[in-house]
């Protein structure tokens, strides 16, 4: 039997994936050099590289506005460096 708790916390939850990239204007070493060994490795019809980190975070939230804000703060607080990175949320 599942607990009914369980279900609560499950139903509460959501899932939120955060993107953060460089933006376009900054410079991307690593980018270069992953791009610059793709094309060594002979994917010649690769033109570009950029790269970017990736955060899936779970939140004991229903109400999207509120839970938008707390990712919002998250990012600009640990997540990004807002100088030079950009940020996407998308919910699941």
């Given at each position: 039997m599942v607990n009914p708790k369980l279900l609560t916390l499950r139903k509460n939850k959501l899932i939120v994936s955060v993107t953060v990239t460089l933006k376009k204007d900054v410079l991307d070493p690593q980018g270069?050099?992953?791009?610059?060994?793709?094309?060594?490795?002979?994917?010649?019809?690769?033109?570009?590289?950029?790269?970017g980190k990736y955060f899936e975070i779970q939140l004991n939230e229903t109400?999207?506005?509120?839970?938008?804000?707390?990712?919002?703060?998250?990012?600009?607080?640990?997540?990004?460096?807002?100088?030079?990175?950009?940020?996407?949320?998308?919910?699941?």
């Open positions: 270069k050099v992953v791009n610059q060994t793709i094309k060594n490795m002979n994917y010649k019809n690769v033109t570009s590289v950029r790269q109400n999207k506005e509120r839970a938008k804000k707390i990712i919002d703060d998250i990012c600009k607080k640990l997540l990004t460096n807002v100088v030079i990175e950009d940020y996407s949320v998308n919910f699941k």
